[in-house]
């Protein structure tokens, strides 16, 4: 009786430890097209409700036939590392630099157009945070000359 009283906390603890370890690593499909919940934690060029909508981005001659720099402005963003990659899709996770959060910051090349969207995995608001880094993202597409103004 006493052994079984120490063990299932015991394996109560190892289960959410392990399932807390697999949080930051979860694949996550294109939802780029998707617009956003609920939780203001999230931006989307697919989303028509002002607070979660973000403009067009609409990609210059140049933008349209050069994928790999828009991958490579991608992956320079602040915390940013390869999540997934597909033909003109890639997912990139923004990790915070203080508590790790980790942020999906997807782009779709569909056609002369980016489907854009960037959201926390966790948490209900994220301080403008996503606006923040696809803000950032489209100024340095602009400065590359890739958008059209």
């Known amino acids: 009786m006493k052994k079984n009283a ?3 906390p015991l394996l109560a603890v190892t289960v959410l430890l392990q399932a807390c370890s697999n949080a930051d ?7 780029t097209g998707l617009p956003c919940n609920d939780k ?3 931006v989307s060029t697919s989303d028509e409700r002002a607070e979660y909508q973000l403009e067009a981005f609409n990609l210059s001659e140049a933008g349209s036939s050069n994928w790999p720099q828009i991958e490579e402005i991608a992956l ?3 915390g940013a590392r390869l999540g997934a990659r597909s033909q003109q899709y890639i997912r990139v996770e923004c990790v915070s630099s203080v508590f790790k959060f980790v942020d999906d910051f997807e782009i ?4 002369s157009q980016l489907q854009v969207r960037s959201e926390s995995r966790t948490g209900y608001s994220d ?3 996503n606006r923040e880094r696809a803000d950032t993202f489209r100024e340095q597409l602009r400065q590359a000359k890739l958008l059209i103004d």
Do not use: E, T
């Not at 779709?108 to 056609?111: A, I, K, L, N, R």
């Open 40 to 42: 203001p934690n999230c």
């Open 127 to 129: 301080f403008g945070v």
């Open 108 to 111: 779709h090349q569909v056609g």
């Open 25 to 31: 690593s979860i694949n996550i499909d294109n939802r």
């Open 76 to 78: 320079a963003l602040p």
């Open 6 to 8: 120490v063990l299932f």
